[in-house]
């Protein structure tokens, strides 16, 4: 008999009394909470940015949202972004407001501002409409310290870096991040690594890494990254887990179990993934990484020199003949200054644009005076969409856009930095059933709030931040293309961030209410 009073008491309505008035009342959703579990009809009520009531809530409000059988669900956590030096161009971050993201998380690929306190006062002095959290990055702490110098750390200078990332972790970031493909990170060597994870260990972050290599080094560097959790005593996220290269396609079926094996053996290893075939990066990723070290000139002098110039070709073409392709068709230009007209062309399409012959050699030589008049973003098509179907499968796989803050109709970027949520709701859940729409909301929303620590975030619990989507799982889609990127997702009828209208019908509002997500780390007696 008790348990069945028990039960009638969930079941029976929200009220907290006539003296109570919520802000905001949404009504007559199906409340997806983010745990996994199933949805199920209610309301919520929001005061003060929080979440005051949920369920069946008889309360008067201020304001009522009527969700029309409609998803609410909590607002969507991004885990690896890259909005330095975008905040200011578009502060209102639209292109993941109307994608139904709340939270962003940068810092990510070894890449971010070293000095977190500075950076955090900023962001809370201009006024985000995404919550950020940051990392703070190896590539930019290494820089700091030695430059783009191709040579391991001094002592001394080893200990610096370790000063600035202890600072970091005290200035409020969640963790370390690295960038081992890029330089100067892809100079260092694994126990470089492993101290500074260990700064961050000691401050209970997380070690997320772009690693060392993505195609045919793709296990090496996986098991380095693991490795280094393992030494290091700290959770760590592999960021935009793929096997990249033609030549590697279906080898997701022999990465992906390293990543399962080790959690079977107690490390706290997850992944992130973009739902597309398509990578984002820099220009200089196709020309050997020797080729990059120092600064623009060091570059440009390598180049110039007609022996050296040889062999970069010779590593470029050689890195070609891997993917077994004759052309440089797979590698498209998002945003070269130098040249507009560039953006949105192979560079096979561009080195013939340039009435040049139709040869790789030819097509490298144009990419190095691209990279002289310092080179370009790029998108790099060499995915195969089964990989990417049965990595999504991963239970503990989230979904990253891997994107800055898009300034409308600059440029010809990847869509994922419009469309990822969108796209993984609608074609993904909808269309070809690749994973429930609760399981995908859950990756979205708390499993990105555990790993990264993001407190009374990522679930629709009474206390937790108001941050909440309302969709349409009918009509939920992506926009974007390759072709035609700067379009907005569709389906998504508000966006709330902590409490307050950010988005109505797709369309982002200009409400800036955002904060700046400080770890709270405390300084370990040891330092």
């Known amino acids: 008999m008790r348990k069945i009073f028990a039960l009638l008491l969930l079941a029976a309505p929200v009220t907290l009394g006539a003296q109570v008035q919520a802000d905001i009342l949404i009504q007559h959703g199906r409340i997806i909470d ?106 930019d702490v290494r820089e700091a310290v030695l430059g783009n110098a191709n040579r391991d750390p001094s002592e001394a200078e080893m200990l610096e870096m370790e000063h600035l990332v202890a600072k970091a972790m005290e200035a409020g970031a969640v963790g370390l991040s690295t960038g081992l493909i890029y330089t100067p990170g892809t100079y260092s060597k694994t126990p470089e690594v492993v101290r500074l994870a260990k700064i961050a260990a000691l401050y209970h972050g997380v070690y997320a890494s772009h690693i060392r290599d993505e195609g045919d080094s793709v296990v090496q560097a996986i098991e380095e990254a693991i490795n280094i959790s393992k030494v290091a ?14 030549q590697n396609w279906g080898r997701s079926k022999e990465t992906l179990p390293l990543v399962i094996n080790a959690r079977k053996a107690g490390v706290d290893v997850t992944i992130d993934q973009y739902p597309y075939t398509a990578s984002s990066t820099s220009l200089g990723t196709l020309l050997p990484e020797w080729a990059l070290a120092d600064n623009q000139d060091s570059i440009n002098a390598r180049i110039n020199n007609p022996v050296v110039r040889e062999r970069i070709i010779a590593a470029m073409l050689q890195k070609l003949r891997k993917r077994s392709l004759k052309h440089f068709s797979y590698a498209v230009v998002a945003s070269f200054s130098a040249d507009s007209s560039f953006n949105g062309k192979s560079i096979e399409a561009i080195n013939l644009q340039l009435n040049r012959k139709h040869k790789a050699s030819a097509e490298a030589e144009t990419v190095l005076d691209m990279m002289k008049k310092g080179g370009a973003g ?70 990105p709030a555990q790993k990264f620590q993001l407190k009374n975030r990522g679930l629709l619990r009474e206390g937790f931040a108001a941050d909440i989507v309302i969709f349409d799982e009918t009509t939920v889609t992506d926009k974007s293309s ?27 509002n200009g409400s800036r209410n955002g904060l700046v997500l400080r770890k709270q780390n405390v300084a370990p007696a040891q330092l």
């Open 34 to 139: 983010g745990s996994g579990n199933p949805w199920f009809y209610g309301d919520i009520a929001i005061k003060d940015g929080k979440i005051i009531a949920i369920g069946q809530v008889m309360m008067q409000a201020a304001q009522v949202i009527d969700a029309h059988n409609h998803i609410v669900a909590p607002g969507f956590i991004d885990v690896h972004t890259h909005i330095e030096d975008d905040e200011v161009k578009q502060p209102t971050a639209d292109n993941f407001i109307n994608d139904g993201v709340t939270t962003v998380i940068t810092g990510n690929c070894g890449a971010s501002r070293v000095q977190m306190d500075k950076y955090f006062h900023f962001l809370d002095s201009l006024h985000l409409s995404v919550n950020v959290a940051s990392l703070i990055g190896h590539n």
């Open 378 to 447: 790029m998108v790099f098509h060499g995915m195969s969409e089964a990989d990417v179907k049965y990595i999504m499968q991963y239970p503990f796989n989230m979904f990253a856009s891997d994107a800055s803050i898009r300034v409308f109709g600059k440029g010809v970027p990847h869509p994922r930095g419009y469309g990822t949520n969108a796209r993984v709701l609608g074609k993904y859940v909808r269309e070809e059933k690749v994973l429930t729409l609760e399981e995908a909301v859950r990756r979205m929303t708390s499993l």
């Open 233 to 246: 005593g700290l959770p760590v996220e592999i960021s935009h887990f793929k096997v990249s290269g033609q």
């Open 482 to 508: 390759f072709e035609q990127p700067h379009q907005y997702s569709t389906g998504f009828d508000y966006v709330l961030v902590n409490g307050k209208i950010t988005a109505v019908a797709g369309k982002g």
